[in-house]
């Protein structure tokens, strides 16, 4: 069954960076298109990132342009958000996603503060 495990969340300072991960499994990883959504308390869930099955094209929410960077390995089937220049309102629970696969994992927390 499809299974996506996300990891790399933390604590960390406003200007900081963190490198999530998504270890997928259960589907053909390298023929999908990935995303990086995210859900602060109390907001709806909010599409961060996506990456083209092959890496190209790539898109990002203008909320998190220039700062983050999504990346993909297939021969790992894992998905990467590099996350710079963190700010608080960056908080959040960060969760990966296949496109067109209705399945969400547990996500890693994110926390910007000082």
């Known amino acids: 069954q499809v299974q996506l495990v996300e990891s790399g969340g933390g604590l960390v300072q406003p200007g900081g960076s963190l490198r999530l991960s998504c270890a997928a499994s259960g589907f053909t990883f390298s023929t999908y298109s990935m995303d990086w959504h995210r859900q602060a308390p109390g907001k709806e869930r909010e599409w961060v990132a996506r990456?083209?099955?092959?890496?190209?094209?790539?898109y990002y929410s203008d909320s998190v342009k220039g700062r983050f960077t999504i990346t993909r390995d297939n021969a790992k089937n894992t998905v990467y958000l590099q996350m710079n220049s963190l700010k608080p309102e960056d908080s959040a629970v960060y969760y990966c996603?296949?496109?067109?696969?209705?399945?969400w994992g547990q996500g890693t927390q994110v926390t910007v503060s000082s």
């Open positions: 990456i083209s099955y092959d890496g190209n094209p790539i």
């Open positions: 996603k296949a496109v067109l696969i209705n399945y």
